[in-house]
């Protein structure tokens, strides 16, 4: 299996488990979700996979990266083109309505999960030795 098809088949796993987390948490979606998440678990694929980082680099590092890409993906989809997929202006601690304390905490609990999806994947369907 070439590498390419493996991170394809990441990003489309990504974005597919993100779209229906998000479904089940607040009934609704948007495509530009799925390119997000796809984005989020590559990367964790990435550090997993990739990378000899002990399991709690991993976790920050996906907290963080989710967090700013969230950031990046709002200051287009909501600011720019103006789709308000979103807005954490009424949530405490927010930058711009696009990112929130509380929101940013959920991303690196949800990392310790997904990291250990990602290393699953790695590890069982990908078969790569860690």
Not at 19 to 43: I, S
Request: glycine share 10%.
């Amino acid at each position: 299996m070439t590498k390419v098809f493996e991170l394809q088949a990441v990003f489309i796993f990504g974005g597919g488990c993100y779209c229906l987390l998000e479904l089940a948490w607040r009934a609704r979606t948007h495509w530009t979700m799925a390119l997000l998440g796809g984005a989020c678990f590559t990367f964790m694929y990435g550090a997993a996979a990739y990378t000899a980082l002990p399991a709690w680099a991993q976790w920050v590092l996906s907290g963080a990266f989710i967090t700013a890409s969230e950031f990046l993906t709002g200051a287009v989809v909501n600011v720019y083109l103006d789709w308000d997929v979103w807005d954490y202006a009424g949530r405490p601690m927010n930058l711009y309505g696009q990112i929130c304390a509380g929101y940013g905490a959920l991303w690196f609990a949800l990392s310790v999960p997904g990291c250990a999806l990602a290393r699953l994947l790695c590890t069982s369907v990908f078969r790569r030795g860690l």
